[in-house]
C-alpha cells in the first residue's frame, strides 16, 4: 500500500502545504530538479523524503549533491556520510564525498573515498580523473601516473592525457619526459594552443628565447585563452628587443585579465625602461592595488616617484620596503635621495649613514644571510596547468549517469568526419527555448523575444506573473520556490469551482513545470487541450516539458548498465524502453506540428523541432526547420549557430563557416571561435 504525505515547504516563517504526493515521486521530482541544476528546489524535496523515510539512503546522496554544487562541501560530505551508512554500496556517495574532501583540502580521505567507488565502479573515468589530481595534490606522482595509465587504457582516443601527462612530469621534476609529452600532443592535435604553450614555457625556462616565441607565436595564432602566454611572449619580445610588440603583448594580456598584477608589472618596466615614466607608475599603483605583497613593485614605483620628484610617496615606499627587508640597501639610499630633493640634509644623512653601517656589517655575512630583492621581469608560471584540476571542478551534474566528461569526443563525431570531430569538441547546440516566468538577460543577442502570441495572452493576465520565452533559464531561489508552492494551491482552490477553466490549468501547468513536476504540468496541460484545443502555447508548452522529462529519463540510464551482461530480460526492457522514447519524441513532434499549424510565424517551434530532429540524426529536416525559423526572424542568432554547426557536420563547410558568422555577428560570440579553430 502506497503512503502520502502533504509536502511542506519551510521559509522563515511559515510552510506552506501543496498536496499529498508519493515519495518516489517527491525524490523523482527532485532528481529532475537536480538534473536541470534547480539545487536550491532540488533540496527543498529530498528534505521531505528524509523526513517521512529517514532510513533511505538516495535523498541524503541526492541532496549531497545538490550542496556541493551550492559549494556547501562539509554539508554534502555529511549527507553523503549518511547516505554511506544506510546503504554501504552506493559507489555515488562514496564518489561525492571524495569530491567534497577533495576540494576541501583532504586530499587523503579523497583518495579514499575515490578508491572505494572505483573498486564498485571500475569503468568510471571520473573517478580516474579524480583519484590522479588528487595523487598529485598529495605529490603523489607515481600513483597519479599509474591512474593515468590506467585512464589511457580505458580510454586511447583521449589525446589530452598527452597533456596530463607532461603535467605529472614537470612535477616529477623530469622536464625532458615532460617535453616529450607535450611535443607528442602538440603533433597529435596541432591546432590545441594549450600544447603549444606548454612547450613556450619549458624552453623559456631553459632560456631559448627564440623556441619559446614560436611556440608562444603559434599557442596565440591558435587564439589561445591564457593571458600567460601574451604576457610571457612580451617578456621574450623585450629580450629580443622587439619593445612595440611586446607592448601590445602586455596590452592584450591586460585586456583579457584586468586583474593580473603579473601583466600591469611586466608593462610597467617596460615602460620605465622606455622613459615613459608616468604611464610607468600607473602601472605599478595597479599593481600594488592589486596584490599589496608585491615588494618589488613597492621598489620599482619607489625609484620612479623619486624620478618624477614624489619624494614623499617614495619615503613611504622605501619604509614598506624596509619593513619587510630591513638590510635592502638601495631603499636606504632610494630614503635618502628623496630627503636630499626635500633639502632635509640631515635625514638624507641618517640613512646614508645606517646604509653604510649595514654594508659595513654584511661584509662578513655568508651570502645567503644578506636581504637581497630581485625586481626583473616576471614570467607566468601558471602554464601549463593540469586540466584535470579544472575538469574535477565540474562536478558531474547528475552524478549516478557516471557520464565521462573528460572525454574529447563530440556528439557530432563520426569516422567519416575525424577532422570535423577535432574541431567541435567542446561545441554544443544552443538549447531548445522555453515558456516561462524566469530568464536570464542577454543584451548581446539580437533574437527577437518578442512574440505577439506571447504578448497578447500576457495581455489577458491570467497567470501568476509575465510569460516569458527564453532559452536561458535561471534557478529557483527559496522565496521564488515558496512563492510558486503557494500559487499551486491557490490555483488548486480556485479550480474546485471552475474545471472547465483552461486558462487555469495551464496557469497551474506553468507553476508545476517552474518547481520540476513536469508529470502534473504534463497532466495539467492535457486537461488545457482537452477544453480548449486551439491554445498554441499550451501545445508549444507541453511539448518542451515533455521534452525534458524525456532528456531526464534518458540521463538515468547508469554508464554500470551498459557494461553489463544482457540477458533477454534486460533485452526486453531495453526494447520496451527504446520504444517508449521514441512515442515520446513522437508526442512531442506532433504538438511542435499543431503550433506550426495555428502559428505558422511561431519560430520557436521550427527551431525546438529542427534541434530534435539533429538528435534524431535527420540533419537535412533539421536545416529545412531551422530555415524556417530565420524565414521568421531574420534575426534567429541560435537558429543560425545551430544550422552552422549541422551544415559543418554534414559536408557543407561554406554555408556552415557563413551561419556561424552571421551568429557572431547577432552576438554568438563562440562562433567566432569555433570558425578560427575550423579554418586551420
Not at 529519463?553 to 533477454?568: P, Q, R
Request: charged share 25%.
Amino acid at each position: 500500500m502506497k503512503k502520502y504525505l502533504v509536502l511542506f515547504v519551510f521559509s522563515a516563517i511559515q510552510f506552506i502545504a501543496f498536496g499529498q504526493w508519493n515519495t518516489e515521486r517527491i525524490l523523482t521530482i527532485g532528481r529532475n530538479a537536480l538534473y536541470f541544476e534547480d539545487y536550491v528546489l532540488s533540496i527543498q524535496y529530498f528534505n521531505q523524503v528524509i523526513k517521512i523515510k529517514p532510513y533511505l539512503a538516495e535523498p541524503y546522496m541526492y541532496r549531497a549533491m545538490a550542496k556541493v554544487q551550492l559549494g556547501d562541501d562539509k554539508g554534502a560530505e555529511l549527507d553523503a556520510t549518511e547516505a554511506i551508512e544506510r546503504n554501504p554500496f552506493l559507489p555515488e556517495a562514496y564518489y561525492i564525498r571524495g569530491f567534497a574532501h577533495r576540494r576541501a583540502g583532504n586530499y587523503s580521505d579523497a583518495v579514499k573515498d575515490f578508491s572505494t567507488a572505483y573498486d564498485f565502479s571500475p569503468n568510471s573515468l571520473n573517478l580516474l580523473l579524480n583519484r590522479m589530481d588528487a595523487f598529485i595534490r598529495l605529490e603523489k606522482y607515481e600513483d597519479a601516473m599509474a591512474d593515468l595509465t590506467t585512464y589511457n587504457r580505458q580510454s586511447a582516443k583521449n589525446k589530452q592525457l598527452l597533456y596530463e601527462k607532461g603535467v605529472i612530469y614537470l612535477f616529477m621534476k623530469d622536464t625532458v619526459s615532460a617535453e616529450k609529452a607535450f611535443t607528442d600532443y602538440a603533433k597529435t592535435d596541432s591546432t590545441n594552443a594549450q600544447a603549444w604553450s606548454a612547450l613556450a614555457l619549458l624552453k623559456l625556462q631553459k632560456n631559448n628565447i627564440e623556441g619559446a616565441y614560436t611556440n608562444y607565436s603559434q599557442a596565440i595564432k591558435l587564439k589561445s585563452t591564457n593571458p600567460g602566454d601574451y604576457i610571457n611572449r612580451g617578456i621574450v619580445n623585450v629580450q629580443r628587443k622587439n619593445y612595440r610588440e611586446a607592448l601590445k603583448d602586455y596590452d592584450k594580456a591586460i585586456s583579457m585579465d584586468k586583474s593580473s598584477p603579473l601583466a600591469f608589472y611586466n608593462r610597467g618596466l617596460l615602460r620605465a625602461n622606455l622613459g615613459d615614466n608616468n604611464n610607468a607608475l600607473a602601472d605599478l599603483e595597479k599593481v600594488v592595488s592589486l596584490d599589496t605583497t608585491q615588494i618589488e613593485a613597492f621598489y620599482r614605483k619607489a625609484m620612479l616617484q623619486n624620478s618624477l620628484k614624489m619624494y614623499k610617496k617614495s619615503i613611504a615606499d622605501f619604509e614598506k620596503i624596509r619593513a619587510k627587508y630591513p638590510n635592502f640597501l638601495p631603499a636606504y639610499w632610494g630614503i635618502a635621495e628623496a630627503y636630499n630633493g626635500l633639502k632635509n640634509k640631515k635625514e638624507a644623512f641618517r640613512y646614508q649613514q645606517m646604509a653604510y653601517n649595514i654594508e659595513k656589517n654584511n661584509e662578513n655575512k655568508p651570502k645567503k644571510q644578506k636581504d637581497e630583492l630581485v625586481a626583473d621581469n616576471k614570467i607566468d608560471k601558471n602554464a601549463p596547468k593540469s586540466s584535470t584540476n579544472k575538469k574535477t571542478e565540474l562536478f558531474n551534474r547528475f552524478v549516478t549517469q557516471n557520464i565521462d566528461d573528460s572525454q574529447t569526443e563530440t556528439k557530432y563525431g563520426d569516422s567519416k568526419r575525424g577532422t570535423i570531430q577535432d574541431k567541435y569538441t567542446d561545441v554544443i547546440n544552443e538549447k531548445n527555448f522555453v515558456l516561462t516566468y524566469y530568464a536570464k538577460n542577454d543584451e548581446i543577442r539580437r533574437t527577437n523575444l518578442y512574440q505577439p502570441i506571447v504578448e497578447d495572452y500576457n495581455k489577458l493576465k491570467k497567470l501568476s506573473t509575465i510569460l516569458k520565452i527564453t532559452n536561458n533559464e535561471i534557478a529557483l531561489t527559496s522565496e521564488l520556490i515558496n512563492r510558486h508552492f503557494e500559487a499551486i494551491n491557490n490555483i488548486t482552490n480556485k479550480l474546485s469551482g471552475y474545471e472547465n477553466d483552461a486558462d487555469l490549468y495551464f496557469n497551474r501547468s506553468l507553476e508545476f513545470a517552474m518547481v520540476q513536476d513536469f508529470n502534473s504540468s504534463i497532466e495539467d496541460l492535457n486537461r488545457t487541450l482537452a477544453i480548449r484545443p486551439d491554445f498554441s502555447l499550451a501545445y508549444f508548452s507541453r511539448a518542451t516539458i515533455r521534452y525534458k522529462l524525456v532528456e531526464y529519463n534518458k540521463s538515468t540510464v547508469t554508464e554500470t548498465d551498459s557494461y553489463k551482461f544482457e540477458n533477454s530480460t534486460d533485452r526486453s526492457n531495453r526494447i520496451l524502453s527504446e520504444n517508449k522514447y521514441k512515442f515520446e519524441v513522437e508526442m512531442i513532434m506532433r504538438d511542435l506540428d499543431k503550433v506550426i499549424e495555428q502559428q505558422p510565424t511561431f519560430a520557436f517551434a521550427y527551431y525546438n523541432k529542427a534541434n530534435i530532429l539533429c538528435v534524431q540524426k535527420d540533419y537535412k529536416t533539421a536545416i529545412t526547420n531551422y530555415t524556417k525559423a530565420i524565414e521568421c526572424d531574420n534575426d534567429f542568432a541560435e537558429a543560425y549557430f545551430n544550422r552552422g554547426l549541422t551544415y559543418l557536420f554534414t559536408g557543407q563547410d561554406k554555408q556552415g563557416i557563413s551561419d556561424l558568422s552571421k551568429a557572431g555577428e547577432l552576438g554568438i560570440y563562440q562562433a567566432y571561435n569555433l570558425i578560427q579553430r575550423f579554418n586551420k
